[in-house]
């Protein structure tokens, strides 16, 4: 079992940046690759970034990429989501997810998919204003 808390979120303005956290427990963090999704009202959960368990490949939704930085310290257990030139558009609850990582080729896509993570948090609210 792996439980996953999320800070760092809040109101900033178009343009700005937030870095969000997410405080993972258990001895076998660097088995699990992470994820961040997001959910806006009335959307379905968005996929945004993921990272493998040595945090040598990333993935990033198209229109983050370039301003969103994904990362994690294993020693720490946490994994961070730095987001620089937020738009209104990334306005969402923002949630960290963990799945197996079987440490073998898995393409990209694969990593965007909901039902591969295992344990999710609570969520954090970002709200970007224009």
């Known amino acids: 079992q792996v439980q996953l808390v999320e800070s760092g979120g809040g109101l900033v ?14 001895r076998t963090f660097s088995s699990y690759a992470m994820g961040w999704f997001r959910q806006a009202p009335g959307k379905e959960r968005e996929f945004v970034s993921a990272i493998r368990w040595s945090g040598g490949t990333t993935y990033y939704l198209d229109s983050v990429k370039g ?13 961070y989501l730095q987001m620089n030139s937020l738009k209104p558009e990334d306005t969402a609850v ?8 079987p440490k073998s080729y898995r393409d ?23």
């Not at 923002?94 to 990582?101: I, M, P, Q």
């Not at 990209?108 to 204003?129: E, L, N």
């Open 94 to 101: 923002y949630y960290c997810a963990a799945g197996h990582d």
């Open 13 to 26: 303005q178009a343009g700005g940046s937030l870095r969000l956290s997410c405080a993972a427990s258990g």
């Open 67 to 79: 301003r969103f930085a994904i990362s994690r310290d294993n020693a720490e257990n946490t994994v």
């Open 108 to 130: 990209s896509a694969y990593w965007t998919r909901v039902g591969v993570y295992d344990f999710w948090g609570q969520g954090t609210q970002v709200t970007v204003s224009s």
